[in-house]
């Protein structure tokens, strides 16, 4: 069965740090993954996906992902962090037969003037 | 550009009575889904739904619950009886197609308050 694993539940970076979220994958088929990020009060909006196409994917508000299929990974990175992007990030992978979106636990991300 | 919308916003009900959360799915899509998020948890699969049936559900769907899609417009999830522990963020989702790749769109979530 599919499954995702965010390492570290809050991660705090000073603003124009580098941002690295990590995420770890568990799949039996090629793995479609997902980023989403989730503002306070607010619903999930997807920042961006692999679905093979290309290993670095780039997403919205500058953030971009690498899949590495040897380290079953999907970190997410964005090279400047801004105060905007104090969020919840969410890694998800999409299920063998795309019925349903598996999510990970989440990672809160805190950035420090 | 399309989005999912809910309605309400947020919902407080007293314990044992029913809700009924709504949703209106991007027009085009063919594929619905309803999810929840406890209060500081990770955001759990309860349903999906296509072709006025129910695809696959988790072991959280219980008999409590029941999706509908009344209209050609609106899908609804039923609470019949609720508890203290659906207390959650309830988030909508549909997409075009079903299979890997498809992305699901998100509605903005009902806080549900169960008292």
């Known amino acids: 069965a599919q499954s995702v694993t965010q390492l570290g539940s809050h991660v705090s970076v000073s603003e124009g740090a580098l941002v690295l979220l990590r995420c770890n994958y568990s799949?039996?088929?090629?793995?479609?993954l997902f980023w989403y990020v989730q503002y306070p009060n607010q619903g999930l909006q997807l920042l961006l996906k692999y679905t093979s196409a290309a290993t670095l994917v780039k997403g919205i508000n500058g953030f971009e992902a690498e899949f590495k299929k040897s380290e079953t990974s999907f970190h997410l990175t964005k090279p400047s962090a801004h105060m905007s992007d104090a969020a919840e990030y969410f890694c998800a992978v999409s299920d063998t037969g795309g019925f349903k979106t598996i999510f990970g636990a989440g990672t809160r991300l805190f950035v420090k003037a | 550009e399309p989005e999912v919308t809910q309605t309400p916003s947020h919902q407080v009900t007293q314990m044992g009575q029913e809700v009924i959360l709504r949703c209106v799915p991007i027009s085009n899509h063919l594929y619905f889904y309803w999810y929840r998020q406890i209060l500081g948890q990770k955001v759990e699969f309860l349903v999906s739904?296509?072709?006025?049936?129910?695809?696959?559900k988790s072991e959280i769907f219980d008999d409590q619950f029941s999706v509908e899609r009344p209209d050609g417009s609106n899908f609804t999830l039923k609470i019949r009886s609720t508890k203290l522990e659906d207390s959650a963020m309830y988030f909508c989702a549909s997409s075009p197609g079903q299979g890997q790749g498809y992305e699901q769109y998100f509605g903005p979530g009902t806080r549900l308050t169960v008292t």
């Open positions: 799949s039996s088929v090629p793995p479609y």
């Open positions: 739904f296509y072709n006025n049936e129910i695809s696959e």
